[in-house]
């Protein structure tokens, strides 16, 4: 029988300035054969972006993202995947492609259930995620109030949509360093890559 190949995503979600991006990259640099793709590389144009009765932009939801075009991406990462790599008797854990979704609205986008092989949720606490968001310049940027009236409620209210997840997510400490951020990650994905290596052999 022939080796079956595992080319499902890793996901690391999180609230806004919680050190999603940085991880994904420090992760990028060392796992072999790694690919990252960002959500926020899809937000539609800010014409397109809807307000609220406050005039608060709605960037922090689905609907201010193209979601289709992420997933035409991920599609085509996967399909490129299927035909790069060449069977050999010599087959290595290395060798396996990696996906790093990163973004901070994903584990509620139904078609993305199916592609997850481990997935993790980066937390902060409410004060140190408005001090970060604080020293950030965005395009456009925050008007007043908008952290405490559109951005941390769409987190809660995306934390509270999490609740009927049921596969398993690691939930990190966004205030701990870079370091052990990434290595807690890093060693975690190195152990599930052994043992996507395992079922290599065995299948």
Known sequence: MGKRRHRRGNVISCVTNSGKTTLAKNLQKHLPNCSVISQDDFFKPESEIETDKNG????????????????????????????????T?????????????????????KPLDTIWNRSYFLTIPYEECKRRRSTRVYQPPDSPGYFDGHVWPMYLKYRQEMQDITWEVVYLDGTKSEEDLFLQVYEDLIQELAKQKCLQVTA
Request: proline share 2%.
């Open 89 to 109: 008797d010599q087959e290595s854990a290395e060798e396996i492609p990696i996906l790093i979704i990163e973004g901070f609205l994903l584990f509620n986008y």
């Open 56 to 87: 608060f932009l709605q960037y922090d939801v689905l609907e201010a993202l193209n979601m289709e075009k992420m997933m035409s991406a991920i599609s085509c990462w996967m399909e490129s995947a299927r035909h790069s790599v060449v069977s």
